[in-house]
């Protein structure tokens, strides 16, 4: 039987995953690929204080020198998180002939292209199913399953602690504030969830997504994007009376010659199959030419979850690397494959270029004449109203509220009427805007 040696950096949460998945299924692997998976070292800073089950038979050390100058190591597995020293223990394996496997969404959103051009250059192959939607295979779809289409759209719930939060906002009627300590207490949130509920997270993410669509390399400044942070009741409310469910939507569109990359909350159609996804769970809905609509679901984080997309790149990287020398590209005959990953010279559009639909909140102060001045300004700016809603939210205090569904718009537009309006003085405080993905 075919051999294929591992070797693993970094212990934590989804590293016991990856081992523990080995020992328990690594028959079952073995049946179904006709390889031997031998993981022969694990590297980790904290190594000897491991005690979630007796690691006898691997090669131990704090270092991970031990894994990237083991010549016998055909694959490195890293999974220690963070930039550095992550980006640079995947170098040195590169440089060293080694493939290499990471599910490290920031590092590649950060230096993916320096890190595939090396890779290229050796003639190895970097795995990275995991980075971006857990258990759910959007990597290889968009690699291979959809290779055939022009990607039209990607958008997706990537960010799991962001999807529960606003999961129990929407059922439960929880305030943002009670639903991230509820994600916070069940392990879905971070002590500092700052990465998650700003919307960082799903922006490396989205680089990655929008990499693989459209031929792009995106930087963080090409990327637009809004957390979940200050939504209220109110907001979830005119949804659920309007036909929508709130998401946070990492949204990328190719239209033109133009790509679009944005995330941010959405109104999504209920109708529509991503507002039905829960709790932490994780879905991408895409759209080709051919292909049409299809959208991937699952859960898009956890330790085995994590960790099956992590030897689901560890299998398909070894039935590869059984076939072609390593380091050897372009020969005759080879069947290591080369990836294309930037191909396209389309131009990324700002955020106020875009052409979406709107909701827009006003606090005002209740006064005769309010909603006629701000009808009047968002048509004088172009922006077309498809639904207009005002209450009373106190008399006593003559404060009351202006919700607007808008027909498509440009953003810039809506954006320079809403400047406008608040000009007037007849907010109580800044606008809600929520756009509308249908």
């Known amino acids: 039987m075919a051999q294929i040696t591992l070797g693993l950096i970094g212990l934590g949460t989804v590293g016991t995953g990856v081992v523990r998945l080995l020992r328990e299924n690594g028959d079952l692997i073995e049946k179904k690929t006709g390889i031997r998976f031998r993981l022969k070292r694990i590297a980790d800073r904290g190594i000897h204080a491991f005690r979630e089950f007796p690691l006898d038979g ?31 223990y995947l170098l040195q394996a590169i440089e060293r002939g080694k493939h290499v496997i990471t599910a490290n969404k920031a590092l590649l959103a950060k230096s993916g292209g320096e890190i595939f051009a090396l890779a290229d250059k050796v003639g190895v192959e970097v795995g990275f199913e995991g980075s971006v939607a857990g258990t759910v295979p959007i990597i290889r779809i968009l690699q291979d399953g959809l290779a055939a289409n022009r990607i039209e759209k990607v958008a997706g719930i990537i960010n799991g602690t962001t999807n529960y939060i606003l999961t129990r906002m929407a059922e439960d009627g929880l305030s943002y504030e009670a639903a991230l300590a509820e994600a916070q207490r069940l392990g879905f949130a971070e002590a500092d969830p700052a990465l998650d509920v700003d919307g960082e997270d799903a922006a490396h993410k989205l680089s990655i997504l929008a990499t693989l669509a459209f031929g792009v390399r995106p930087e963080r400044g090409d990327i637009h994007v809004e957390g979940i942070r200050g939504l209220e009741q109110a907001d979830i409310r005119f949804a659920k009376e309007n036909g929508y469910v ?73 039935e590869r690397a059984l076939h072609a020398p390593r380091g050897v590209r372009g ?108």
């Open 246 to 318: 709130l998401k946070l939507l990492a949204i990328g569109r190719k239209t033109n010659g133009h790509v679009e990359l944005r995330v941010h909350p959405a109104l999504v159609p209920a109708r529509h199959p991503l507002a039905s996804v829960r709790n932490e769970f994780n879905a991408v809905f895409v759209k080709g030419d051919a292909s049409r609509e299809t959208m991937y679901y699952g859960r898009g984080a956890g330790q085995m979850p994590t960790a099956s997309a992590v030897l689901s790149d560890i299998i398909e990287i070894a």
């Open 58 to 88: 691997y090669e131990l050390s704090e270092s991970a020198e031990a894994v990237l100058d083991d010549p016998e190591i055909e694959i490195a597995v890293e999974l220690i998180g963070g930039y550095e020293p992550a980006r640079t």
């Open 331 to 438: 020969v005759e005959g080879d069947r290591a494959r080369k990836r294309t990953l930037y191909w396209s010279a389309d131009r990324f559009l700002p955020i106020g270029e875009i052409r979406t639909r709107f909701y827009l909140r006003f606090p005002i102060v209740d006064a005769p004449g309010a909603i006629g001045s701000l009808t009047t300004i968002l048509g004088r700016h172009g922006v077309s109203i498809a639904a207009v809603h005002a209450s009373i939210l106190d008399a006593a205090s003559a404060r009351g509220q202006i919700e607007i569904l808008t027909h498509e718009a440009i953003e810039r537009s809506v954006r320079a009427a809403c400047a406008e309006i608040a000009g007037t003085g007849i907010l109580r405080e800044k606008e809600r805007l929520i756009r509308v993905d249908e």
